[in-house]
């Protein structure tokens, strides 16, 4: 069973401050995704990780991927109110087609 | 910009009775998937759908479960005998490739809120 473990669960900020979240597994992923979720709507993806050690940028969001396949974290820069939403990891396992979800890392950004 | 529709948004039921999703993934897309998220919870996988047949379902994919595309457009999900637990956000998601080395690149359907009273 993989098992992908996301931390903080919840994490309010102040606009403008730097947040890191993370997921982590013991478990090797082919892939990672980060996905973003509002409430009522399906999870929108944000980017995928393919590679040990890859690092994406998106704006002010930044995602690497562990060299070891096995963890990835997400890094915000100058957090605004926008951000707010629940930020979830899935991963693709070795050998496996489907993902397998966190449980989410739950982020309030106040004005 | 292709996306991921389903439909109903939201749709309640007896339980017991029969329900149906559906779903229609991006057009150039081959492989399709369930997942459901019960209120709380993580969003969980179903089953996946590649050639006209289950590639892969999950312990939650029982026999009450089942899936078809019935043209070529839609991908449905049947739930045939519907339990007070089966209250969920029903996801579908659909994927251009799949496999070793692949993105697996899974894009999201706004959800079907299922409820059974």
């Known amino acids: 069973t993989q098992l992908l473990e996301q931390s903080p669960q919840f994490l309010s900020i102040q606009e403008g401050e730097n947040l890191t979240v993370y997921c982590n597994s013991s478990?090797?992923?082919?892939?990672l995704q980060w996905y973003r979720q509002e409430p009522g709507e399906g999870p929108v993806l944000l980017v995928t990780v393919v590679t040990g050690g890859e690092v994406k940028k998106l704006k002010r969001l930044t995602f690497q991927f562990g060299d070891a396949r096995k963890d990835s974290s997400l890094h915000i820069t100058a957090a605004q109110p926008g951000d707010t939403g629940l930020y979830l990891c899935?991963?693709?396992?070795?050998?496996?087609?489907?993902?397998?979800f966190g449980k989410g890392t739950m982020l309030l950004v106040s004005p | 910009e292709p996306e991921v529709t389903q439909t109903p948004s939201h749709q309640v039921t007896q339980m017991g009775q029969e329900v149906i999703l559906r779903c229609v993934p991006i057009s150039n897309h081959l492989y399709f998937y369930w997942y459901r998220q019960i209120l709380g919870q993580k969003v969980e996988f179903l089953v996946s759908f590649y050639n006209n047949e289950i590639s892969e379902k999950s312990e939650i994919f029982d026999d009450q479960f089942s899936v078809e595309r019935p043209d070529g457009s839609n991908f449905t999900l049947k739930i045939r005998s519907t339990k007070l637990e089966d209250s969920a956000m029903y996801f579908c998601?659909?994927?251009?490739?799949?496999?070793?080395?692949?993105?697996?690149?899974?894009?999201f359907g706004p959800g079907t809120r299922l409820t059974v009273l």
């Open positions: 478990s090797v992923f082919s892939s």
């Open positions: 998601a659909s994927s251009a490739e799949q496999g070793r080395g692949s993105y697996n690149e899974q894009f």
């Open positions: 899935a991963g693709v396992g070795v050998g496996y087609s489907t993902l397998t």
